[in-house]
């Protein structure tokens, strides 16, 4: 058949894309307008009378596509341009229009519909949407996929894994933990390689305190006022947002108490105050505060103040490890960088390199405080969970992401600062490693430079208040960080 | 090269099996053993004296494994007992001894470690373990691998979706959930088909609460005695089992009243006291009550009840859901069983085919009560959960589960019930759908027929008190249901 490719993009094979349905005229029409452009026009004209009574978002049938088929043969339109026909087809057979409104019609709507971009492909630190654009990643999915929107390499253990052994519960001896534990060790800081799995990052806070609480005897939390640390009751309890928490009636929990950050006398005096013997941390804190990364002075005196007082601190690295905030080479997690080792330390994001894998990772102390029955997990620590946490470790030591992290964090300083030179309203850029941010005065001002930086294909993070947040992957390129200052002073020059 | 399968089974190849390692020495010697059986022990000792010098757990290099070769080729070990250690091999180049202590070192223990079977292949209702030996499965990892515990399909979907797109936070479009949106429409309880998906059960249920409180504008719950639905603080909170809640200060929470079970006047009590307006329950209670159906005039009469008061009803169906526990073709939840539509429902476990994937849903009315920043998730409904739970869904549709577990729940209650006839002690055969138990009087003449049962090779599931509860893969045969009632009768004349 002349197009065979055309039609399996039309008509899916469940054998080869089980993942995949059959396409729509709409999303066919759309796929003509990306490669056509303005040509496309007549072809949808005619196209639409040869396929009468096809509603736009139906699925279409082997009628269809063959109809379809001879549509394109008769008109001539030259096989490269059948060609990207079909690679824009085989990552979306459904248009970007129902893509949307299905989104819109069954979310329950906690948070707001992100439809700007519809990605489809992520290829290193870029991503392709529905329409055929690419942006430049500055923002890895919340620091979720670090390794980039892809990874064939975790593709094909998963499907080894998958036809292999799919799951198991957390509680049950497997392989696929072991080759984990066996390779994991070298990477994590001293004395931390006690390990309870989790699936997401709020779980895995929300466990961290519980392991605290019984491990203390206590009850009380010191969390940080602009940190956040996730949604569960645990953890939303202790992220300092009130709108987060005052809907859920969790505003006003007693063994709550909110310190300034970088303020260790606030801390001391809290630790006076209450029976506190238990503190959550962002090292760099992250969304709230704009990747505001705390002094080096300060985590010393917190670690000593802390333990003194028989106390154990939770580190939460869920957005800043694995190698995001190097400052040397080794450093995978942001506690490595001030030479700190937390009692209690929360992972998960890029860990599993997109899979949802997380854990609570505690020294052999805290571990024996628990007993079993205090807790369960299906899912937590599963095979497929497991090869993904494998392959991604061994990703990041192979691509020796600390060192890069070092290099790029120089590059996109020095570029950051001379842009800030520039421009009176740019200023105080900070963060950690790739965890980066800069002020612009406003978030009015952020938000309108982060829709021209759309423009300019550029994806940053999510940003709150006055300053901007940048999170590449951590695989950046030197090529790829100057490509992002440039457009950034595109943006900025279009802002002013 | 002669044996180049084994050579490959003990050096991995990080291209074709990125998820593997090399093999040890001690695995070595465990496969000779299964596979020779007695005759292994004099080739175990010829070896070690050619192997000398390599520590029986360090990775083997690629000279060891030329050694072993040339070792299998001179002692003349024949073809089909080199690819029998082959299979063995790839399925686990680490000994299962190694496993174990590794999980004991690692392991936070929160649960007890489960040795007895060391899982790596599964095949329908099948599970072979790292010695060889196959376990009809009465289990299906509670009820998270309802399709079996292997699943090529789910596995290559998630290898097109991985090398395609890994990850994308919840509340941004794209294309893998637009898919999973347009099927699942007509497997959910009518009315509800508004989603936030989540990445375990308890997480689920701790948003489920989170989203009731909102609505109702109130924070008093009422669950039930012996009701489940998992570990976070919310979550846990809700959960009877005290030792559960105790260790973490949440045995005393002012917001949670526990009711009985199918007793209304109890719940009505508890409404009058209270400002209750939030109610949780498992329609069949699980775990913790050994498989206890609601009796259908309780449902009934707890729906008006609730609904009279103003209040709504969370059905947590992260155990029962998809199928199990069908009355009739078509029942994909319990509560379809019922015939009653709760206002939320939280789904997990096998939503996935074994990928953590589960959701909050509900409908519309309680949807419109939620606002963006009331939540937010980075891995829920990402699109590789996505994809597995669209493929989960067709393969349980082409598979007719519901169908299949209607007529293997009336053979196993059938044969259940002329068991107890032979057996005085066993009886009260109780549950629905493929949601069985029995009791046998006592929680130790459990644990012995759970052992026994082993011994003939089956995995019954997690029993609490005197039920032995038996929660199969919904895709269960007739051949295996009668198998398992053998083993079973088998067992219980071992226990006499």
């Known amino acids: 058949m002349r197009f065979a490719k055309l039609y399996d993009a039309l008509i899916y094979d469940p054998k080869l894309h089980p993942e995949r349905t059959h396409a729509t005229l709409e999303r066919f029409e759309e796929v003509l307008g990306i490669v056509l452009g303005g040509a496309a026009g007549s072809h949808i004209e005619k196209l639409r009378e040869t396929m009468q009574g096809i509603a736009p978002r139906a699925l279409l049938k082997p009628t269809h596509a063959e109809q379809i088929l001879a549509y394109v043969d008769e008109a001539g339109i030259p096989t490269d341009q059948v060609d990207a026909m079909v690679t824009h087809l085989m990552y979306s057979e459904i248009s970007t229009a129902e893509a949307i409104e299905m989104h819109e019609k069954y979310k329950i709507p906690v948070s707001r519909l992100e439809k700007d971009i519809v990605p489809v492909r992520g290829e290193g630190c870029w991503i392709m949407d529905t329409r055929g654009h690419w942006f430049l990643d500055m923002d890895s999915n919340y620091s979720a996929t670090n390794l980039g929107m892809a990874n064939a390499e975790i593709g094909r253990g998963l499907y080894n894994q998958a036809e292999t052994l799919i799951s198991m519960k957390e509680d049950r001896v497997q392989i696929a933990r072991t080759r984990f534990l066996k390779e994991i060790d070298e990477m994590m800081p001293q004395g931390l390689d006690r390990f309870y799995w989790q699936n997401s990052g709020g779980e895995a806070v929300d466990k961290a305190i519980k392991l605290a609480k019984v491990h203390t005897q206590s009850r009380d939390v010191i969390a940080f006022k602009q940190g956040f640390h996730g949604r569960t009751h645990g953890a939303v309890s202790v992220t300092w947002n009130e709108k987060y928490r005052k809907p859920f009636g969790l505003h006003d929990e007693d063994w709550v108490h909110f310190a300034e950050f970088n303020d260790l006398d606030s801390v001391a005096q809290l630790m006076k105050e209450t029976d506190a013997k238990i503190v959550i941390l962002e090292v760099v804190q992250g969304e709230e505060a704009g990747n505001r990364p705390a002094d080096p002075d300060f985590i010393k005196g917190l670690w000593e103040t802390v333990h003194q007082n028989g106390g154990v601190i939770i580190d939460d690295e869920v957005q800043a490890g694995f190698g995001r905030t190097a400052r040397k080479k080794g450093d995978w997690f942001a506690c490595d960088a001030y030479g700190a080792v937390p009692d209690l330390m929360v992972i998960g994001k890029s860990f599993g390199g997109g899979y949802p894998v997380t854990a609570v990772v505690t020294t052999d102390a805290v571990s024996q405080s628990a007993e079993p029955?205090?807790?369960?997990?299906?899912?937590?620590?599963?095979?497929?969970?497991?090869?993904a946490a494998l392959i991604a470790a061994r990703q990041m030591r192979r691509l020796d992401v600390t060192g890069n992290v070092v290099t790029r964090a120089e590059q996109l300083r020095a570029g950051l600062n001379t842009l800030a030179q520039k421009y009176p309203f740019m200023e105080?850029?900070?963060?950690?490693?790739?965890?980066?941010?800069?002020?612009?005065?406003?978030?009015?001002?952020?938000?309108?430079?982060?829709?021209?930086l759309r423009e300019h294909g550029v994806k940053s993070s999510l940003s709150t208040g006055p300053y901007l947040r940048i999170l590449p992957p951590t695989v950046l390129s030197k090529g790829e960080a100057a490509q992002f200052l440039t457009r950034l002073e595109a943006a900025l020059d279009a802002l002013t």
């Open 373 to 387: 029955g205090y807790d369960g997990s299906t899912f937590g620590g599963n095979p497929m969970a497991m090869t």
């Open 428 to 452: 105080d850029v900070r963060g950690l490693g790739l965890m980066l941010a800069f002020s612009l005065g406003s978030a009015d001002r952020v938000a309108q430079t982060q829709d021209l």
